[in-house]
């Protein structure tokens, strides 16, 4: 488990992404973005039971608000699953990094639309994960 000095600095370099990556795009959620970036920090770097150069990841994590993909992609890139120079892709025409994140995206398990239909693939996913 990191310490909180590591974290701080994670998140510190993710926020200059996002705001590299909003400021190139010249579209974009600043404030979403900026809001979660310490808790997607923490969960990927030490919480979440994740392995990107396997690809194996124990733990899901399911972004309802997906206005804040900035930070879903820079956390991501931060552990692996995102090339760094791809971020400065973000919104653009021929991209994979899209405004919303997309399950197209490796390290990416549910693409995200309407908060309340996060809700109800969550409550699926737990239920079938509990029957196995």
Same mark, same amino acid.
């Given at each position: 488990m990191k310490? +909180? !000095? &590591? =974290?701080a #600095?994670i998140a510190n370099?993710? %926020? #200059?992404d996002?705001?590299k990556?909003? *400021? /190139?795009?010249?579209s974009g ?6 809001s979660?970036v310490?808790?997607?920090?923490c969960?990927?770097h030490?919480i979440m039971?994740?392995?990107? #150069?396997k690809d194996e990841?124990?733990d899901?994590f399911?972004l309802? !608000?997906g206005?804040?993909a ?6 991501? $890139?931060?552990?692996?699953y995102?090339?760094?120079? &791809?971020?400065i +892709? =973000?919104?653009?025409?021929?991209s *994979?990094?899209e405004g919303?994140p +997309? /399950? !197209?995206?490796?390290g990416?398990?549910s $693409?995200s639309? $309407?908060l309340?239909t %996060? $809700?109800i693939?969550? !409550?699926?996913?737990g +239920?079938?994960? #509990? /029957?196995i």
């Amino acid at each position: 488990m990191k310490d +909180t !000095k &590591d =974290l701080a #600095k994670i998140a510190n370099e993710a %926020r #200059k992404d996002i705001v590299k990556m909003i *400021y /190139n795009a010249k579209s974009g959620h600043p404030g979403g973005s900026l809001s979660c970036v310490e808790i997607l920090v923490c969960l990927y770097h030490s919480i979440m039971d994740i392995d990107c #150069k396997k690809d194996e990841r124990i733990d899901k994590f399911i972004l309802s !608000k997906g206005h804040a993909a900035p930070a879903y992609y820079a956390v991501l $890139s931060s552990v692996g699953y995102i090339p760094k120079e &791809d971020l400065i +892709t =973000l919104r653009k025409v021929d991209s *994979y990094l899209e405004g919303h994140p +997309t /399950n !197209k995206i490796k390290g990416i398990d549910s $693409s995200s639309g $309407s908060l309340r239909t %996060r $809700s109800i693939y969550c !409550k699926w996913y737990g +239920t079938c994960k #509990k /029957n196995i």
